[in-house]
């Protein structure tokens, strides 16, 4: 089963500077089958990228991702005041899918 | 735009089945290319994907619950359902339906249902 370690446990920043989220799996992702997923509060997690490095739909292009094997980022160029949730990674290329732990990006 | 409700009972005993259903409006699910999964919440544990099935019926579950899993798929209602059985304590948690576009991520979220396991 991978194991997804994601660092910071929680990043404290303000609006208009940069984020970097770090996603770290126990064995190499084939495929680089890796997701980053947002989450506010009292809702479902939302969508941002997929196969580690591709804009969902919608998603605005602050947010990138990038990495391959075992570490892949999460950045957010210019933090928004709507940025700050809880962000999650997960690698779906095989059975079981696991999520990372999350980071919490606070003001 | 494709939404997606779960429902059930909030409240379940201990050793009993959990039963969930998610409805989906905004689109058919018996669109080809996607699975419909269910996916829970703790504090504690995080995000844990439980399983998806696929229109045609054909299922995946986590092997920590296989054994206790069970999906279903009815396209004439347009809704895809979960039962846990002998539930504990321990899967007290918001359940969240949604729909898996495989590569493509799981871009369609039911806004979770917490189910609380409590005599």
């Known amino acids: 089963e991978f194991v997804l370690a994601q660092s910071p446990g929680t990043l404290s920043l303000s609006p208009g500077e940069r984020a970097t989220l770090s996603c770290r799996a126990s064995?190499?992702?084939?495929?680089?089958?890796l997701a980053w997923y947002q989450q506010k509060p009292g809702q479902a997690p939302r969508l941002l990228i997929y196969?580690?490095?591709s804009r969902a739909t919608g998603i605005p292009d602050r947010f990138s991702g990038s990495g391959s094997g075992t570490d892949f980022t999460l950045t957010i160029s210019r933090l928004d005041p709507e940025d700050f949730a809880v962000y999650f990674c997960?690698?779906?290329?095989?059975?079981?899918?696991?999520f990372g732990q999350g980071t919490k990006l606070e003001i | 735009q494709l939404q997606l409700q779960e429902s059930g009972s909030g409240l379940v005993k201990p050793s009993q089945t959990l039963s969930l259903t998610c409805s989906v409006s905004g689109g058919s699910i018996s669109s080809g290319g996607y699975s419909w999964s269910w996916i829970r919440q703790t504090p504690g544990k995080g995000l844990e994907w439980i399983g998806y099935?696929?229109?045609?019926?054909?299922?995946s579950f986590n092997p920590s619950l296989k054994s206790r899993v069970s999906m279903s798929i009815d396209g004439s209602k347009n809704q895809f359902s979960l039962n846990l059985t002998s539930v504990t304590a321990a899967d007290t948690a918001v359940y969240f339906c949604?729909?898996?576009?495989?590569?493509?991520?799981?871009?369609?979220w039911g806004q979770g249902t917490l189910i609380t396991v409590s005599s």
């Open positions: 099935i696929y229109h045609s019926g054909s299922t």
């Open positions: 064995q190499s992702l084939t495929s680089n089958y």
């Open positions: 997960q690698h779906y290329g095989s059975s079981p899918y696991t």
């Open positions: 196969a580690a490095s």
């Open positions: 949604a729909r898996w576009g495989g590569y493509w991520g799981i871009d369609y």
